[in-house]
């Protein structure tokens, strides 16, 4: 009996320590989970962002209130460019709802709502990527009560917007070039493909390039000290498109990044996998963009710069059919080809992104 109830104690004191021991364990795993949990925090702290951009519009048609529209400022600068103005005044809306503003220091304008406020004081500048009516009718429609500033396009984009609509019939004239009178409220800035440009009252550089579209469309290079972001307008893929308009970008963009750091690029993929190519009208698929990706990272030496650069992928195409939404299969189909690990974001209206 006395030996059987040694042996008890020995198995309750064994029990005992066994079960402080995994309690110790457990609390040093825990230790260096949160250890390495900090370690990866402070990594990514110490990478600091060189823009910010917001979504102001995030479809390509046909949900009017929410078409191409973004704005990009330098870290360093509160004033904003707008990269197309499909949606402008509605856009700013949503994003003062998500707070997306308020990092910004100035003092708000006491005579302006907080959306007056951004699109006279801080909105510098559009850069319009083309003439069809999803990318500008936000700036049409807000001209009115628009304050002065530069719209920057290439030369045949400039052309669309005075034949079109600055032409006294689908709009008033608020430019200062074509048919008379002249309101004068936006400089018109002819660019030229591939030379860069000072975008006034900003600390941002532009570099434009033709892209393939039933109307010549364009990417934009934005840059600023070392770093740079890419907004691409409308695009059909060079297999398709015969041109080797996005080939120019790529090569461009792999040489620059042997001394630059590329942030992000916002590219369009307008339809699903299942668009034929005969359907396209100058547009991305999943497939197609990802045939254009594999391009340019075999252009690119240091592969890193790729895996840490934001992808944002805008103009989806907006249904009224039932059933799936295309956005989530792009986004499945995007990620079951992402075999050289993009880092993909699906544009959202409101959001705000740090690059």
């Known amino acids: 009996m006395k030996f059987i109830s040694t042996l ?93 503003f308020d990092s910004l220091t100035t003092t708000p304008d006491p005579a302006l709502n907080p959306n007056g406020n951004i699109l006279h004081h801080h909105v510098k500048a559009y850069l ?64 030229a493909p591939e030379e860069t440009v000072e975008i006034k009252d900003t600390a941002l550089t532009l570099t434009p390039f033709s892209l393939s579209h039933p109307l010549e469309s364009t990417a934009f290079v934005i840059e600023h000290n070392n770093d740079m972001f890419v907004y691409f307008g409308d695009t059909g893929p060079d297999e398709v498109e015969k041109q080797g308009k ?23 993929v307008s339809f699903d996998n299942t668009r034929p190519d005969n359907l396209l009208f100058g547009h991305l698929t999943p497939k197609w963009l990802m045939q254009e990706l594999t391009k340019f990272h075999a252009l690119v030496e240091d592969k890193e710069q790729l895996s840490n650069m934001k992808v944002i992928i805008s103009h989806i195409k907006y249904s009224l059919k039932r059933g799936t939404d295309p956005r989530a299969v792009i986004a499945q189909e995007l990620e079951s080809a992402n075999a050289l690990g993009f880092n993909f974001i699906l544009a959202k209206q409101g959001q705000v992104l740090a690059l």
């Open 128 to 191: 319009l990527s083309h003439g069809h009516l999803d990318h500008v009718a936000g700036l049409l429609i807000a001209s009115p009560d628009d304050s002065s500033k530069p719209i920057y396009a290439l030369s045949s984009v400039n052309q669309t917007m005075s034949d079109t609509y600055f032409n006294w019939q689908a709009w008033a004239n608020f430019t200062n070039r074509g048919i008379a009178p002249k309101l004068n409220k936006y400089d018109v800035i002819d660019l």
């Open 8 to 100: 008890l104690l020995v198995l309750i004191v064994s029990g005992c320590q066994a079960h402080q021991n995994a309690q110790e364990h457990s609390q040093n795993q825990n230790q260096n989970l949160k250890q390495a949990q900090q370690d990866i925090q402070t990594s990514i702290s110490t990478v600091s962002p060189a823009f910010e951009l917001i979504t102001l519009g995030d479809t390509g048609g046909i949900e009017d209130g929410n078409l191409s529209s973004f704005l990009l400022r330098s870290i360093e600068d509160e004033n904003f460019i707008s990269l197309d103005a499909g949606s402008l005044v509605n856009g700013i809306n949503v994003a003062l709802e998500n707070k997306a």
């Open 246 to 268: 996005l080939d120019a970008v790529w090569r461009y963009l792999a040489q620059q990044m042997q001394h630059k750091t590329l942030r992000g690029i916002s590219i369009e």
